[in-house]
Nanobody, 121 residues
């Protein structure tokens, strides 16, 4: 599985962005898709995940209802809608695929390159 994330950019505090992650292969619906982020000098952290058929989603506490993950299996694409962005959300955002419903980075087998999100105050 190859993953390609896009949609990052520069946004003012309070603004929104939608990240996309397109996967190669024909078994996309068999993977849990996760979003992670990594700020400079910090460890990669879990943002949220969605099960293969969108039955389950869950998020890190810091999301606090601001982000939403969805997927379109017909398009092999997972999305991360981010609203009410704050400067502390500035990070490189990564999508990842796993056969298991896990929240730790070690549980993900495939990773896309990050897309940078910068939130100005």
């Amino acid at each position: 599985v190859q993953l390609q994330a896009s949609g990052g950019g520069l946004v003012q505090a309070g603004g929104s962005l939608r990240l996309s992650c397109v996967a190669s292969g024909r078994t996309f619906s068999g993977y849990v898709m996760g979003w992670f982020r990594q700020a400079p000098g910090k460890e990669r952290e879990f943002v949220g995940r969605i099960s293969g058929r969108s039955i389950s989603t869950d998020y890190a506490d810091f999301v606090n209802g601001r982000f939403a993950i969805s997927r379109d299996n017909a398009k092999n694409t997972v999305y991360l809608q981010m609203n009410s962005l704050q400067p502390e959300d500035t990070a490189a955002y990564y999508c990842a695929a796993s056969r298991q419903y896990r929240g730790d980075p070690d549980g993900y087998d495939y990773w896309g390159k990050g897309t940078q999100v910068t939130v100005s105050s």
